[in-house]
């Protein structure tokens, strides 16, 4: 009877808590650990440890949590960078390598990943990183206190379960069979510091500044709010001996300093008070970005290409909009954005046209969707067909008496010039851009918020494959803080969407991206605009790089962290002598690196 | 005709006398006015086609699409290239105003960047700026938003600053022991950064900013009004006008107000180059006119962005310089000119 009893409650709890799991589990017998010790090192064994590195951004940070409302602005690749991953992907050669877990093992049935995780790992604090932590996250991820529900939905519905079988042994499931390299991809997950959170209806106010313990090369030492932050790199950091780990991350403090206005940014630049600029945009790579400091030698320029995920840069039409639900108005417009006109003006001819939001996976990027040409015949065409014959007398399209006014939200006056030029030539198809310049944090705000008609911007690229459910399930549309902004709602999208993330198959999966990728054109809320196949910079010459200079997957030449960062050091003396002005001259420099380019 | 006074007719007499300030204002006021015409100085429409026979006048009014004029399209015809076409054909005239760009026509080729040097064969009289459109017509353009708008602020700032500041004045007592007290905290509002948060959530355009100026800067002309008000209620006159029976209303509006507008106009050039002032800081912070509003503030960001492109900053900070200088001459030779004494002498 007490036997039943027990089996019974035991059933129970395993009901109630199918993630916690309290009885320890026993490993399958056949699994076949893997590690990867032997690709080649991406780092220099010359670099030399010391000294500050001093970058910018450009709005100060909302918050310094990982997730939850507002974590998702641009300083929050910073602190992810310092959240190490169980496995990485090597950036030249992108096989999985070793980060947090030493070894890993798949399960026959296609959705479950063993790691053994590195003992030596510790949290900043000095805690050991344990299989604790990992189950700690998922308890986390799914919490309503966090208040992130596409990590409250990716935790249960995509990763649906956590295993542990010791302190350093984990299993991963998760909720569909994919193929290997996926697995270790999609069904990632980060420890989170379970002696750090206490999570209640509190949390996301009271954690809103603290600094969680992370497992990276760097940690916040000192916030100035709205000024700067600062991050120290850990004194024996446990990386500091891994082999992919090793001669990286060399600066001793990393500061982001805030910098409202890029053209001052520049001249802070400029003074020596930055190391690096970004000089992506062709108005200050070809004019900016020359004088003494280029003609002595002591700034180099550099432009780096690279073979990553485009971001998806254009112009998102919000289908809840009365006007952009018609879809013959969304392609009208989309003909008459004249992108190639800007690229061939004011961007200097070196950016290119972005054909789709899915350039850059490799098979897994359509070979044959073009973007819409500027065509604007086919765009009074289609205006036509819907219903927007009549023209007001300034020349604006009119459809039961409503013009055909729309508010493209951006977030950068430095795209102004841009967008001045699509606007002068949208109106030639008689439809009326009205141009609304935000601060970034507002801005994003509100098109997370999915109150704007047109967003002109772009969501970084990254991943294996292309991802489409955040975009354009309907599971996202119609609700705010989420990225499908443009609200698509299509069944058939939807039935695609879901047999995409079902299958494993990486023919059936390309198969079915390409589909998908079909259907979006079709779908016409996305307008892409602009790719940028390279990374271009500035640097003090007292920054030193490997002679390869970058990987294959950087996106910047001089990133301090993240899994291609970290690669560059600092000359101190060279440093003196340069601001000490006793260096003789040297001759300009211009690096063009086209290793990767395709 | 107008009748002046005899008061007002030898200050009148006084301002023509002050050469500097009297062709200042002559200057300024041809000025306003010519901007107030600025379609026909500073457009991509043409001031007069001759097409087939017909006469158009096409800068007022509606578009006219390039069909009419034998284009294949419906949009607004390219004045320029009809120029060109008419004189190789001699079908017809155009005749373009003299500077022939629009305030917001970029004027873009392939294979060339903007902004674009000064040139007199372009028809870029002070260049273009980073997308390509003519300084010139922006700073015309700019010139005329940026005098509405201070002239607007200055009718509606005073309008309030006076009622108020003349009824606290005249009335005395609680209702101006309260103002006085609700002006101090007012005119501690931080109004720019009002305007700040304001600019982050919607983009405020010309009337919210004329508005949101309004609302903080009534309080300025109260305090002068206030005063002056005080001291007229207190002369004879006045007390003669109540002992005759007149009401409180006729006293004010004829009597005290009439007399104490001296006061007031002396101010009026300044709010003027204050009002021109602050928008034009607002447009170069970015919080201020939309874009692409013709601004004097973005051309001047543009040209502190771009200071390379020297024509930029210079024609912007020129034409700056010079209307705040005209409207300063002014308000000098108005203040020497409603000044009682002849002489000062200052040690």
């Known amino acids: ?598 | 005709m107008l009748k002046l006074n005899p008061v007002a007719r030898k200050r009148l007499e006084r301002f023509k006398a002050i050469r500097r300030g009297y062709y200042s204002a002559i200057i300024l006021a041809a000025l306003f006015v010519l901007s107030l015409g600025a379609e026909l100085i500073a457009n991509q429409r043409a001031l007069l086609v001759i097409y087939e026979g017909e006469w158009y006048f096409p800068t007022y009014g509606d578009i006219i699409p390039g069909e009419t004029f034998g284009f294949d399209y419906r949009y607004e015809t390219d004045y320029k290239a009809l120029k060109a076409r008419l004189a190789e054909s001699g079908e017809g005239v155009v005749i373009m105003p003299p500077v022939p760009y629009g305030p917001l026509e970029t004027d873009l080729a392939v294979g060339d960047f903007p902004p674009h040097a000064p040139s007199i064969d372009s028809g870029h009289y002070l260049g273009t700026d980073t997308s390509g459109r003519d300084v010139l017509a922006r700073i015309i353009y700019g010139f005329r938003i940026a005098l509405l708008f201070s002239l607007l602020l200055l009718f509606f700032n005073y309008l309030i600053g006076v009622s108020i500041g003349c009824l606290m004045g005249f009335w005395g007592g609680t209702f101006d022991l309260i103002f006085q007290r609700i002006i101090e905290i007012w005119s501690n509002v931080p109004f720019l950064y009002v305007i700040m948060i304001v600019a982050s959530i919607v983009q405020p355009g010309f009337w919210t900013l004329v508005g949101i100026m309004v609302f903080f800067g009534w309080t300025g002309i109260t305090w002068y009004m206030r005063t002056a008000t005080y001291k007229e209620a207190a002369r004879d006159y006045v007390m003669a006008a109540r002992a005759i029976g007149a009401s409180n209303s006729r006293i004010v509006f004829r009597h005290i107000l009439p007399n104490s507008v001296s006061t007031l106009i002396t101010f009026v050039p300044f709010s003027v180059a204050s009002g021109i002032t602050s928008l034009t800081a607002l447009d170069y912070l970015g919080f201020g006119l939309p874009p692409p509003t013709p601004s004097w503030g973005e051309l001047l960001k543009q040209g502190t962005e771009n200071l390379d492109s020297l024509w930029l900053v210079l024609s912007v900070v020129t034409a700056m310089t010079l209307v705040l200088m005209l409207v300063t001459y002014i308000g000098e030779a108005i203040r020497e000119a409603f000044d009682p004494r002849k002489f000062s002498y200052y040690e």
């Open chain 1, 1 to 598: 009877m007490n036997r039943f009893a027990l089996f019974f409650a035991a059933l129970l709890f395993a009901a109630l808590s199918p993630t916690v799991v309290a009885a320890p589990e026993t490993l399958p017998k056949k699994l076949n650990w893997q590690t990867n010790l032997g690709d080649p090192i991406f780092a220099s064994p010359e670099a030399v440890r010391g000294g500050r590195f001093r970058s910018f951004i450009t709005t100060f940070p909302l918050t310094l949590r990982l997730v939850g409302p507002d974590a998702n602005g641009s300083f929050a690749h910073y602190l992810r960078a310092n959240a190490l991953a169980l496995v990485d992907f090597h950036p030249n050669t992108l096989n999985p390598i070793p980060m947090l877990a030493t070894h890993w093992a798949f399960d026959e049935d296609g959705k479950t990943v063993y790691y053994r995780l590195d003992p030596d790992a510790r949290w900043s604090d000095g805690k050991p990183v344990t299989a604790d932590d990992y189950l700690f996250t998922l308890e986390f991820m799914r919490s309503e206190h966090i208040v992130a529900p596409w990590y409250n939905n990716h935790y249960s519905k995509v990763i649906v379960e956590v295993k542990k079988y010791d302190q350093h042994t984990i299993a991963i499931t998760g909720a569909v069979p994919k193929p290997r390299e996926e697995l270790l991809y999609e069904y990632g997950l980060r420890p989170t510091p379970a002696h750090f959170h206490q999570l209640d209806e509190q949390w996301v106010r009271d954690y809103n500044w603290k600094i969680e313990p992370n497992t990276g090369a760097y940690q916040i030492s000192k916030v100035r709010k709205g000024k700067y932050v600062e991050f120290e790199r850990k004194r024996n950091w446990w990386g500091d001996n891994k082999r992919y780990l090793q001669y990286r991350f060399n600066p001793d403090h990393i500061r982001v300093k805030v910098i409202r206005d890029i053209n001052m940014a520049y001249q802070y630049f400029a003074k020596g008070e930055l190391d690096t600029f970004p000089l992506n945009s062709p108005r200050f790579w070809h004019k900016k970005a020359q004088g003494d400091i280029y003609d002595k030698g002591l700034v180099g320029k550099i432009k780096f290409y690279n073979d990553v995920p485009q971001p998806s840069s254009g112009m998102y039409l919000n289908e809840d909009d009365p006007i952009l639900g018609d879809r013959k108005v969304r392609y009208a417009i989309a003909h008459a954005t004249n992108v190639q006109k800007v690229i061939d003006t004011v961007l200097r001819g070196d950016y290119e046209r972005l054909n789709s939001q899915y350039e850059g996976y490799g098979d897994y990027t359509h070979p044959g969707i073009r973007a819409r040409d500027f065509d604007l015949a086919r765009a009074n065409t289609l205006l036509d067909e819907a219903g927007w014959q009549e023209r007001n007398g300034r020349g604006i399209r009119v459809k039961d008496g409503r013009p055909l006014s729309l508010r493209v939200t951006y977030l950068s006056s430095n795209h102004s010039d841009r967008l001045v030029i699509i606007q002068r030539e949208a109106l030639k198809a008689g439809i009326d851009l009205q141009l609304q310049l935000l601060d970034p944090s507002t801005g994003f705000k509100q098109i997370l918020e999915k109150k704007h008609q047109i967003a002109w911007m772009g969501w970084s690229g990254g991943g294996l494959s292309p991802v489409f459910w955040e975009f354009y399930h309907s599971d996202n549309a119609h609700k705010p803080q989420n990225n499908n902004i443009t609200n698509t709602d299509n069944p058939e999208i939807d039935r695609y969407i879901m047999e995409y993330r079902r299958a494993t198959d990486k023919a059936a999966r390309v198969r079915l991206a390409h589909k998908l990728q079909e259907l979006v054109h079709e779908q016409g809320s996305f307008i892409p605009t602009f790719k940028v196949p390279y990374t271009r910079e500035g640097y003090w010459r007292w920054l030193k790089l490997p002679p390869w200079r970058a990987t294959r997957t950087s996106d910047s030449v001089f990133a301090t962290m993240g899994s291609t960062g970290g690669l560059f050091w600092i000359d101190r003396e060279i440093r003196q002598r340069i601001e000490d002005d006793d260096l003789e001259h040297a001759k300009p420099s211009l690096i063009i690196d086209e290793t990767w380019r395709k």
